[in-house]
């Protein structure tokens, strides 16, 4: 019982944060051990599902290979600070609504992963989400509800009224 | 069941509402088993063992007990009492007692301070094994009669034989025109949800044990720890958490939850385990390998005279649910196409392998793809469309199969039309013709069909209760809470109990608590399999929701001075119909109703009707009613690398009436993306001749589609409503997956002329055929051949239309 805890600062969610831990630990298990943020989940812990996704930065990285002390002086994101308040993203109001999130435990990775990709490109094609959310897994939906929430947050956000898409809703007749 | 509102009503059924929790998972608040953290909780490591098939011969668990911050190792003689999901097959033990089955198979089990010092202790821990011979498939189960891997079943390494003829198979067999045989094998594939398996259990000072765990099953994990750990079952409490995934991988009862139980009863302390990746490959209960033969006689015009399928299933270490799976491969087959004479033999054998239970379609989409591909060929050697000679010979709805399925509602004949137009077929499909193709060579399209259960007619442990209960209470404030055992796995099933309610009480869905899944605090409902959930839960909704709304329907009458007929709930409010402004608010009529009646609570409960099928081995295949299911697939074959690229699948599914459409339409896509997964890439492979070791277990080399693999899907959804279904729902959790595979080996056929007979295809298969066909020969790759086994007498049933009752003829009069 001789480990010794590191100690970082750091931004998480906007918020200058101090957290001492294991210095062995991952990012992954410092967020959710350490700082109670259960938001960001795990699927392999080897880099291998996109699940435990977050931004470092305002880029996507898997925050299972990420050693906890590599935050140190850095910016990071996680599904708590994605909506502001009461307010969801847009991303989170889309998913929300075409029923993106199935189980919801791959979500926050696919989220904080569009999120990314449309802080970068407003108006991203249909092959332009598939690459960018080309390193998640989700075993529920087949990915499509998700690439139809990405498009419309991403026409939400260009400032056009889009109502949800019918076929995605009801089928085709 | 009862909706007495027309289609027009409707408030809340058929729109697409958001999930009742959907805010929580898109905010990452969702509290998985995981995320569960107790004070002063331990930490579980389980220790698995590296022996494929072994007598255990002594455990040393001295110096993982010495570790500072240990604070109690377990092995088998701690928990000597076996379980097991099924009542037949009671084969499992919570840590192994004198041998391991399989590589994963868990021999003891460490509570410490962290994981990291659990993990320690866990590698102190020394097993002696004397090593047995392993089985390592189905040929050498049948072959290999000894070592024995269980002392039960019927002999040797074979766990359950089944042998049913429905009519006389080979008189039918004998009116054909045409005689088809087939040999087709389905590799095995898990289910892979995202969410590892965890659990977390505590028991209190008053000796009370709690557990919440990541299952589909809470009801069946609170019997298997009132057996295994002998307690009052009173006295546990099974909280299925919500599951990040389960697909069928969380329904049986495991080892990790007993074991933290009895961590927690030993340390006074809470225990967590969280699994691996690599231990949730370990867990399986995923897809059966099945070697498959068909033999099938037609008529030129495509109907079917007699069937004869066998199925040879490789259920690696434990029982699990693999009697059912049995059943399940022989018993779906009649309830698409009229299939006058069936007769079905199925065996299971044990392997040193993972245990393989139920995943999505259980038991189904083996067969369901060799039938499918099956009828396409006889399709070709009749030179029919095989969209049209499928459609000629739809089973009837609301008709008697001949083996005893009682079929509903029907419309598979309205989702063949769908894909058919939907995709172009007709100028897709060249019919046969090689040389007039419409798509050019490489470029192809394969169709199939479907058909699935809405909940399994029986339960697993016999028992004449309700499979479903609901428990309403209505607040004096205006506050609704429903309760029932029912567990969302991400399905929505919380979101169908809360809109289910919502249209009968005329309120907003969301106004409404629901409260599932907790042993403690909900009525019994069986859990999250069988894709019987929106039929069963849905059912007992309307009836607990109906006895609520009567009791506030007669309170505001006597208020308004109204005869009761006159009272209608809607919008939050009760009124008079014939003045709408005349009324209260429905917080005020929950008022009233509870000055006149006292306390409003109701129940509603729900039990599948009876099946007309009395033989035994009935019990697997009734269902109150039957989905359906259609899909083209189209796509591509490179035909120097094999690589199988599918570009786009049309879907049509009989949902009899969605409750929810969106969240129908994200069952349709899930499934197709499963099925896509299974028949072109997703395998549970084992190096048979390195002790049976998994191949690859882990999520970067088990290979499931990305979104760079996923196709495009078009879906439709057909809504021919069942009587049985509340509202007239059906299920779509599982039934759209099945059409996928058949339809994806039929378009590569029809790519490039090889048929792939074994899933999945993969390129090396799709080159060895293609190669084949260059040299002249069999333009195919699948088994060639069955194991020969020594089938019982199969037990003879006449069919409805011989005038059957359900019943085996008696065996003296069979041979008389």
């Known amino acids: 019982m001789t480990k010794q805890k590191a100690h970082i600062k750091f931004t998480l969610n906007g918020e200058e944060t101090e957290v001492a831990f294991a210095p062995h630990k991952t990012l992954l298990e410092v967020l959710r051990e350490d700082l109670g943020l259960i938001g960001t989940k795990h699927g392999c812990e080897l880099g291998e599902c996109g699940t435990c996704t977050v931004l470092v930065n305002g880029q996507a990285i898997l925050s299972c290979l990420m050693l906890g002390l590599d935050a140190e002086e850095r910016q990071v994101k996680t599904i708590e600070g994605m909506a502001n308040g009461g307010q969801l993203h847009p991303l989170q109001e889309t998913f929300a609504d075409l029923g993106a999130a199935q189980c919801g435990y791959c979500s926050p990775g696919f989220l904080l992963v569009a999120e990314e990709l449309l802080n970068k490109n407003l108006r991203p094609s249909r092959e332009e989400v598939k690459e960018a959310l080309s390193g998640n897994l989700c075993r529920c939906t087949g990915y499509i509800k998700i690439y139809e929430a990405v498009e419309l947050a991403a026409a939400r956000m260009r400032g056009e009224e889009m109502e949800l898409p019918r076929e995605a809703i009801y089928g085709r007749q | ?816």
């Not at chain 2, 067999?173 to 969410?195: K, Q, R, S, V």
């Not at chain 2, 009828?375 to 070709?380: G, H, M, S, V």
């Not at chain 2, 089938?791 to 003879?796: A, E, T, V």
Request: proline residues 7%; aromatic residues 8%; negative net charge.
């Open chain 2, 1 to 816: 069941m009862k909706s007495n509102k027309r289609d027009a009503e409707l408030k809340v059924v058929g729109k697409p509402f958001r999930k009742v929790d959907a805010r929580s998972k898109c905010t990452g608040q969702t509290k998985f088993a995981d995320d569960i953290f107790l004070p002063r909780m331990l930490y579980c490591k389980i220790l698995r063992t590296h022996e494929p098939h072994a007598l255990i011969k002594n455990i040393d668990t001295a110096k993982a007990l010495a570790g500072p911050g240990v604070f109690a190792v377990i092995t088998g003689q701690d928990l000597p009492i076996p379980y097991g999901i099924l009542p037949v097959s009671q084969d499992e033990h919570a840590l192994c007692v004198d041998k391991v089955r399989f590589i994963g198979d868990p021999v003891a089990a460490v509570a410490a301070m962290d994981e990291d010092v659990a993990f320690d202790a866990m590698n102190l821990i020394e097993v002696e094994y004397e090593r047995l011979q392993t089985i390592s498939s189905i040929e050498e189960a049948v072959m290999i009669d000894e070592p024995r891997i269980h002392t039960y079943g019927d002999g040797g390494n074979i766990h359950k034989k089944v042998s049913l003829e429905f009519g006389d198979v080979e008189q039918g067999l004998a009116e054909a025109d045409l005689i088809c045989e087939d040999t087709f094998f389905y590799e095995g594939n898990t289910h892979l949800p995202m969410e590892q398996h965890a659990a977390v259990a505590h028991f209190d000072p008053d000796g009370k044990l709690t557990l919440w765990t990541s299952t589909q099953t809470p009801h069946y994990v609170h019997r298997a720890l009132a057996k295994v750990l002998q307690l009052p079952a009173s006295h546990i409490r099974v909280i299925a958490t919500p599951n990040g995934g389960g697909f069928g991988g969380k329904s049986d009862p495991f080892n990790h939850e007993i074991i933290v139980s009895k961590l927690a009863m030993i340390t006074g302390r809470p225990v967590k385990v969280t699994l691996t990746r690599e231990e949730v490959f370990y867990c399986h209960r995923g897809r059966h390998p099945v070697l498959m033969h068909v033999r099938t006689g037609v008529k030129k015009d495509g109907s079917i005279t007699g069937m004869h399928f066998q199925s040879f299933l490789d259920g690696g270490g434990y029982g699990s649910y693999g009697v059912a799976s049995t059943f399940y491969t022989g018993a779906l087959q009649t309830v698409t196409y009229n299939i006058p004479r069936y007769k079905f033999q199925g065996v299971r054998c044990f392997t040193n392998k993972p245990p393989c239970g139920p995943k999505r379609g259980h038991g189904t989409p083996q067969p369901r793809y060799a039938l499918e591909v099956h009828l396409d060929k006889i399709a070709e050697q009749l030179q029919l469309d095989p969209a049209e000679m499928r459609r000629n010979h739809l089973v009837q709805p609301y008709s008697v199969t001949a083996n005893y399925l009682r079929i509903g509602s029907m419309g598979l004949g309205q989702c063949l039309e769908k894909v058919v137009a939907g995709s172009g077929w007709r100028n897709k499909f060249s019919h046969w013709n090689e040389q007039n193709r419409k798509l050019p060579l490489g470029k192809g399209v394969g169709l199939a069909c479907s058909s699935y259960i809405c909940g399994a007619g029986l339960p697993i442990y016999w028992n004449n209760m309700p499979q479903s209960g609901v428990q309403l209470r209505l607040d004096r404030q205006g506050g609704v809470c429903v309760m029932c055992g029912s567990i969302d796995i991400g399905q929505g099933s919380d979101s169908i109990l809360a809109y289910i309610v919502a249209e009968v009480l005329g309120i907003d869905p969301f106004d409404i608590r629901v409260v599932t899944a907790d042993t403690d605090l909900t009525p019994v409902d069986l859990g999250s399999y069988s894709s019987r959930v929106t039929l069963m839960t849905g059912n007992a909704a309307i009836q607990a929701a109906e006895r609520a709304r009567e009791l506030l329907v007669m309170a505001v009458a006597e208020k308004l001075g109204v005869p009761i007929e006159n009272v209608a709930l809607a919008e939050r409010r009760a009124f008079d119909v014939e003045n709408p402004e005349t009324g209260v608010s429905f917080a005020e009529a929950v008022v009233l109703a509870e000055t006149k009646f006292g306390t409003i609570g109701t129940v509603g409960s729900y039990t599948p009707p009876a099946s007309p099928g009395k033989y035994k081995g009935s019990g697997v295949g009734p269902s109150p009613a039957y989905s359906y299911s259609a899909a083209v697939a189209e796509g591509e074959v490179e035909p120097s690398t094999g690589i199988v690229t599918v570009e786009k699948i049309w879907i049509a599914h009989d949902i009899g009436k969605s409750i929810n459409p969106v969240l129908v339409m994200g069952q349709v896509e899930g499934s197709v993306y499963m099925g896509l997964g299974e028949i072109l890439m997703e395998e549970m492979a084992y190096r048979a001749n390195r002790n049976v070791v998994h191949k690859f277990p882990s999520m970067l080399e088990y290979k499931s589609p990305t979104t760079l693999e996923m196709c495009d899907v078009t879906t439709y959804l057909i809504e021919d409503p069942d009587p049985n279904g509340p509202f007239g729902a059906k299920e779509v959790g599982q039934g759209p997956l099945l059409p996928v595979p058949p339809a994806v080996a039929n378009a590569v056929y029809n790519a490039v002329g090889v048929r792939i007979d074994e899933v999945p295809i993969t390129p090396e298969k799709v080159l060895k055929a293609l190669k084949e066909k260059e040299k002249g020969r069999d333009a195919r790759y699948g088994p060639d051949s069955v194991p020969s086994i020594d089938w019982p007498d199969p037990l003879r049933v006449l069919t409805p239309e011989e005038g059957g009752d359900g019943r085996e003829m008696p065996r003296v009069s069979v041979h008389s």
